[in-house]
């Protein structure tokens, strides 16, 4: 394992409020690159989640292993470019037509990964350009993207119709700074539309459910509606749902059965997050076979499914997606 600096503490990323209680304490159970425990707060003025302690920022890169961008092609595989997007193709398309109805202008992908999205919103005639903070990240189409810090990024008199963040908010450092200088980058009746964690379902307060330590900011939908209401945005839409990204509630009642009986909390979880060996948490009694577990699996599935679009409908589900926008009629 390697040695990294102590964690920090650090106020709330969103307000600025030093005043939070812990909900728990966490540890990087996905790749198990440290072996640091983060505190999981509640910021007690806008109400957010954040992570306290957290990595400090010399530190973080070394939590993003380059299995973290491979993880969805499959662990160990490199594949092609048609096979990634083809593979990623009901996401790109769920995540376009929160576009749907803009007429194709210029669009910003904040954390453009390997540039997925810009590949698929440039066929369908925007002009597009991509940042990325991590210059390990491949890009194998060879699109418009620029590396580094977004908020040391130059963008002179550049306005743009969309700017997205997918799954990136809950990543970065100063999230608020994000938000607001991407809000001062739209042109006047631009979107802004971004894809977080959302702290208050059963997921994110239960079953640890983010990525830690990689997620250092939870949202809420009220500290999105004050982010927004801050920055001079109106937002047009909130909601939680699983059709971009499975917010899944599947494994709950495993994680609870396993605990029950005997597991502790760190080696349930431990199993559910395992990328290498995804069968270990569902098929298998601490690393041995076991048909009861699998029948528990299923049991779990068909559970949980209603239960989980119920949380989507009532807008505690897991993944929180918005579009927001400037006032045409400003400037
Ligand atoms: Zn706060």
């Excluded at 999205?117 to 925007?126: A, D, H, R, T, V």
């Excluded at 969309?162 to 990136?168: K, Q, R």
Aim: charged fraction near 25%; glycine fraction near 8%; include cysteine.
């Amino acid at each position: 394992m390697t040695r990294l600096p102590d964690p920090v503490e650090v106020p709330c990323p969103l307000c600025g409020c030093t005043q939070a209680h812990t909900l728990y304490w966490t540890t990087d159970y996905l790749f198990g690159i440290s072996d640091h425990r983060f505190g999981v707060k509640r910021c007690d003025d806008c109400g957010a989640g954040y992570l306290s302690p957290r990595p400090t920022v010399e530190s973080i890169a070394d939590y993003y292993p380059e299995a973290f961008y491979w993880s969805w092609e499959g662990a160990d595989g490199k594949l092609d470019w048609p096979t990634i997007v083809t593979k990623r193709m009901p996401q790109l398309r769920a995540k376009a037509r929160w576009l749907d109805g803009i007429p194709p202008g210029r669009l910003l992908d904040i954390g453009a990964q390997k540039g997925e999205f810009l590949w698929f919103m440039q066929q369908k005639g925007w002009t597009v350009e991509g940042v990325e903070l991590d210059q390990k990240v491949p890009n194998p189409a060879h699109l418009p993207i620029r590396y580094g810090d977004f908020l040391a990024m130059e963008f002179g008199d550049r306005r743009y119709d969309a700017i997205t963040f997918w799954a990136v908010l809950e990543h970065v450092y100063e999230p608020h700074r994000f938000f607001a200088k991407a809000a001062t980058l739209l042109q006047p009746g631009g979107h802004l539309i971004a894809l977080v964690t959302n702290l208050n379902s059963i997921q994110a307060r239960y079953y640890q459910a983010d990525d830690f330590p990689r997620h250092l900011t939870l949202f809420t939908r009220s500290a999105i509606r004050r982010l927004c209401s801050t920055e001079g945005l109106t937002l047009d839409r909130l909601v939680t749902d699983q059709k971009i990204f499975a917010g899944t509630l599947n494994g709950g009642l495993l994680y609870m059965a396993k605990r029950a009986l005997g597991y502790a909390a760190p080696e349930a979880l431990a199993e559910w997050k395992q990328l290498d060996d995804p069968d270990l948490f569902w098929c298998k009694w601490r690393g041995t076979a076991s048909v009861w577990v699998r029948m528990a699996s299923h049991l779990d599935r068909l559970l949980t499914q209603p239960v989980e679009l119920l949380l989507d409908r009532l807008g505690c589900g897991f993944i929180l997606t918005f579009s927001a926008r400037r006032d045409a009629k400003k400037d």
